[in-house]
């Protein structure tokens, strides 16, 4: 039997278990919506960056009949206008004839555009959010560990949705200002994955682990759905400072729900049922409670000295570099190198991340059930779903490298590679909780702490590499793309060699 299914926890036929619906369903419902606004608010810069930003301009030589270019030419898009000149000057008709193949490059024009931003300064600015978010991961998950979860939460998506507010003013006064308000926004933030995961520690029972916590975070899947959507259509239509107003309303009015609604754990909460509360608390191994758990004092060394736990540290730095490119960056390339309209950036941008939510719900449905069959261990299970994401996620990303001007390939490449990174919501963000269910939010917050390191440093490196006239060089963005290919390729080796999801001694 593994370890990590308690012997306690066999439901007997007849009594509550995990088929009965409760209020933990509804806090998972409420988390999951939280993260929806939370990741809406988040992703907001990333298709804002390109409603907001003067685009570069660039007279270039395309060679059409050439197999290999190093810029897309489509007649067909907007943002595209050919001149028959070799020297281009702004509303001058009088230009001397030359070749048909030199193009002049020019993103689409919007009145909103007024910021004249190269791309390392977007670059900054993308990475701005991480330097909050990397302080306050651990701070979070030892706060939420020793006082609580419902409280922290409700507190940073408060103060996350009057920054939102505050965006279009921060950005219209000074690049540093927003630059600030982009860091605090990442501190919030970074404080409320950690918190989740000590609020489950006290509500998920361990047969119902996998499918609370997944489905939880899976929110954050769709709010990147709904945030690079709704963005591309606001943007599109009432400008770009009408996607922060309408993402920080939505936090103000989830924060109000939360605080009816949510209780930190079973036996503070006043509606939950006796036999619901009794359920929860005895399939813990130990049957400790939050007070008892509060007491203990964290083993700090031998946390950090754990090679399972340096492990998912590095995964997390291999695995958000590639993730924070895509994110980050992936609006922009649409837009620079396949030239796509605002609307349609953010719904191709989107539908990447619809398919890794569903791959996610289908993924926690089967790895509980693999997992109470009893078909194998929870290591090898953890390690197989994320070896196959890792994988799977590196080969899309070699391929969208070198697919050139191919707009549909690359976008079915995006969408294939996203949608295995799904699969590491049965893998291994679910082994932090079964390697050490009383310091989940702390290991939880570490983990974070380190891909966030990538958060900051793979917006920048892609800002250098596409800076200026760079922004639209397919051989460029090409090695924006082949780095994180090749770190999910370490990814797998040091996962597949030094992961477990066995509980460790320390816990």
């Known amino acids: 039997m593994d370890p990590l299914l308690p012997v306690n926890v066999i439901p007997v036929k007849g009594l509550y278990g995990s088929g009965n619906i409760g209020h933990r369903h509804l806090l998972m419902v409420l988390v999951f919506v939280g993260f929806i606004f939370m990741y809406a608010s988040r992703v907001a810069l990333s298709i804002s960056m390109v409603a907001m930003t003067v685009p570069v301009v660039r007279n270039v030589s395309v060679a059409q009949n050439a197999s290999h270019q190093d810029t897309c030419y489509n ?14 000057s702004s509303n001058d008709s009088s230009l001397p004839t030359a070749s048909p193949s030199v193009f002049f490059l020019q993103a689409q024009v919007h009145p909103g555009r007024k910021f004249n931003w190269d791309a390392e300064t977007q670059g900054i600015l993308h990475g701005s959010f991480f330097y909050g ?80 916590l997944s489905l939880s975070y899976s929110g954050s899947q769709v709010g990147t759905v709904f945030g690079m959507y709704v963005a591309g259509v606001v943007a599109q239509n009432h400008g770009w400072e009408a996607i922060f107003y309408c993402f920080g309303a939505l936090c103000l009015v989830w924060v109000v729900l939360w605080m009816l609604l949510a209780h930190n754990t079973p036996n503070l909460h006043p509606r939950i049922s006796v036999e619901e509360r009794d359920y929860i608390n005895s399939s813990f191994q130990t049957g400790a409670t939050v007070s008892s758990r509060k007491k203990k004092v964290v083993p700090w060394l031998a946390i950090c000295t754990s090679a399972p736990v340096c492990a998912l540290l590095l995964v997390e730095i291999f695995h958000s570099y590639a993730f924070y490119v895509i994110i980050s960056n992936m609006p922009t390339y649409l837009n620079n190198i396949h030239r796509f309209s605002l609307k349609s950036n953010g719904l191709l941008s989107a539908m990447p991340y619809l398919v890794r939510w569903m791959v996610t719900l289908v993924v926690v449905s089967t790895t509980d059930w693999i997992l109470t069959r009893k078909f194998c261990s929870a290591t090898v299970l953890r390690k197989s779903m994320s070896l196959c994401a890792f994988i799977g996620c590196g080969l899309s990303l070699l391929g969208v490298a070198f697919s050139g001007c191919n707009s549909v390939l690359v976008v079915a490449l995006f969408t294939v590679g996203v949608g295995f990174s799904g699969l590491n919501y049965g893998g291994y963000l679910v082994a932090y909780f079964e390697m050490s269910p009383n310091y989940a939010s702390i290991l939880l917050g570490m983990g974070n702490t380190a891909g966030t390191i990538s958060g900051i440093v793979a917006p920048y490196i892609t800002g250098v590499l596409t800076n200026g006239p760079n922004a639209y060089s397919v051989a460029n963005w090409q090695t924006v793309f082949l780095i994180p290919s090749g770190l999910y390729a370490g990814a797998s080796v040091v996962y597949g060699v030094f992961a477990t999801a066995k509980r460790q001694i320390w816990d």
């Open 75 to 88: 007649p067909r898009a907007p943002a595209l206008t050919s001149t028959p000149a070799s020297v281009w």
């Open 133 to 212: 978010y990397l302080v306050s991961q651990v701070p979070g998950g030892w706060i939420a560990h020793k006082y609580g979860a419902k409280l922290p939460f409700a507190f940073c998506m408060l103060v996350l949705g009057l920054l939102t507010l505050l965006s279009p003013l921060a950005a219209n006064t000074s690049v540093w200002v927003f630059f600030l308000v982009r860091v605090l926004s990442g501190i919030c933030q970074g404080a409320i994955w950690p918190t989740v995961g000590a609020l489950w520690s006290q509500w998920a029972p361990p047969l119902e682990r996998g499918r609370l």
